[in-house]
């Protein structure tokens, strides 16, 4: 069994930037692909962006070139770099680990973070 911690949720000001950690239990971490996925109040959570175990990624248009995701696998983190962010980022982000290892664009995901808020003032 995995279990991912996700830190890093807050209130910023929009433009400003948040970085998201989600720590993960277990030595296999280096072989999971990893997804950040969000859910607004009232709406479907959706799969914002996604790092496979080869570093191969994938990002939703809203956030391509603001947001970054990265792995540091000595560490059993990945990150999500949240940068110019605007009030429609505002949700509850969750982590999630798939191991297949390769990306997968729906939730289909093994193992889920209990979710951080990050809330983003006008």
């Known amino acids: 069994q995995v279990q991912l911690v996700e830190s890093g949720g807050g209130l910023v000001q929009a433009g400003g930037s948040l970085r998201l950690s989600c720590a993960a239990s277990?030595?296999?971490?280096?072989?999971?692909?990893m997804g950040w996925f969000r859910q607004a109040p009232g709406k479907e959570r959706e799969l914002i962006t996604a790092?496979?175990?080869?570093?191969?990624?994938y990002y939703i248009d809203s956030v391509k070139g603001r947001f970054t995701i990265s792995r540091d696998n000595g560490k059993n983190t990945v990150y999500l770099q949240m940068n110019s962010l605007k009030p429609e980022d505002t949700a509850v982000y969750y982590c999630a680990a798939s191991r297949a290892g390769l990306i997968i664009r729906g939730d289909s995901y093994d193992y889920w973070g209990q979710g951080t808020q990050v809330t983003v003032s006008s």
């Open positions: 277990g030595r296999t971490f280096s072989t999971y692909a």
């Open positions: 790092i496979s175990w080869g570093r191969n990624t």
